[in-house]
């Protein structure tokens, strides 16, 4: 018994349709290629290229100067609204928009964005001396001048701390100030309904 010979796939097919194939399979290749380069901000996206903003880029594309630390309040210098902000440098032969919508190519030393931080509002004051002053002389008001409440301070000076309830009062939610972990329990959002 003599083997026959077994057809093959393409000899089935017609050559038109195995030529169409291999076309098509090319151009989904070089399709697949060009969207893997470009990604969604090259020209296949949509008209001409556009570069990422500097906020945008990933960690290890930039990097963030330490905040100044202001020695009394142990809090960033500039901060305000809970929030603070470091100057970031994109690494060198990045190009990105800067903060100021700027296409730039960066070397490495010029400040590209402005990265916000989380911290404590405070008003210049120190923490050890305002708990100092509410705990030895809450009762007369002293914490409240210190901390700028001249209105706040002279009505406990006038009612002895409020019967010494004011004083105790004063003395924890100053004394929580200082806790990391009660980060919003700053006198001006805890204490606004008790300003005068």
């Not at 996206?45 to 330490?66: F, N, P, T």
């Not at 032969?93 to 010029?110: A, L």
């Not at 911290?119 to 001048?145: E, I, M, Q």
């Amino acid at each position: 018994m003599g083997d026959a010979p077994v057809p093959s796939m393409a000899a089935s097919r017609p050559s038109g349709q195995v030529a169409s194939e291999i076309a098509a399979a090319r151009l989904l290749a070089v399709l697949w290629v060009v969207s893997v380069t470009t990604g969604p901000w090259g020209a296949a996206a949509g008209g001409g290229e556009e570069s990422l903003k500097c906020e945008d880029l990933k960690v290890g594309q930039y990097i963030c100067k330490d905040p100044k630390i202001n020695d009394a309040t142990q809090e960033p210098v500039n901060c305000t609204n809970y929030t603070a902000h470091v100057p970031c440098f994109p690494a060198p032969n990045i190009t990105c928009k800067d903060s100021g919508g700027n296409e730039t190519h960066f070397t490495g030393n010029e400040i590209g964005f402005l990265k916000p931080i989380s911290c404590r509002n405070v008003n210049g004051y120190s923490y050890k001396v305002a708990v100092a002053l509410s705990l030895f002389l809450g009762w007369l008001g002293a914490d409240r001048f210190y901390l700028g409440y001249p209105a706040l301070g002279l009505l406990k000076f006038c009612t002895v701390g409020f019967c010494g309830i004011g004083s105790l009062i004063d003395f924890i939610l100053i004394s929580m100030q200082g806790l990391p972990l009660l980060p919003c329990t700053t006198p001006d959002s805890m204490q606004s309904w008790w300003r005068v």
